[in-house]
């Protein structure tokens, strides 16, 4: 089990607290923040975007790969479902990410397809497309 702790500062400024290392999150100057650091859907993105090069680093290695550099670049935005065709929800908004995936290294043809597929079981990936619950409590 991972506890992350955050607490809110001043304006829309927040603390992290992940074991021992504190990060700052912040909502752009025009979102009403002061841009002192990502903002949520950043961190999220940039969640998914390291467990995704671990994984392929973990990967590659155990493989015996020639996998030098993985590069991850990632988009979040929202489409109406109405207009998306491989969506199973029809009613509302879906958030859409898209991975760019970028590998550098001297690798074969067959190792990167693989290594694409591989992209699909990083833990966060397999959260976010897995069923998720948010349990609350006020204390």
Known sequence: MV?????????LKNQIQAGAHTIIADEPVNAGGEDEGPDPYSLL???LGACTSMTLHLYAR????PLEEV?????HSKEYAQDCQDC??????????RRRIQ????LSQEQRQ???EIAAKCPVHKTLMGEIKVRDTLV
């Open 3 to 11: 506890t992350i702790t955050v607490r809110s500062l001043d304006g």
């Open 71 to 75: 590069e991850v670049i990632l988009t």
């Open 103 to 106: 590998l550098k290294g001297n």
């Open 114 to 116: 693989r290594l694409i």
């Open 62 to 65: 155990q493989k015996g790969w």
């Open 45 to 47: 993105l940039s969640a």
């Open 88 to 97: 199973e929800t029809k009613v509302g908004r879906v958030d859409e990410i």
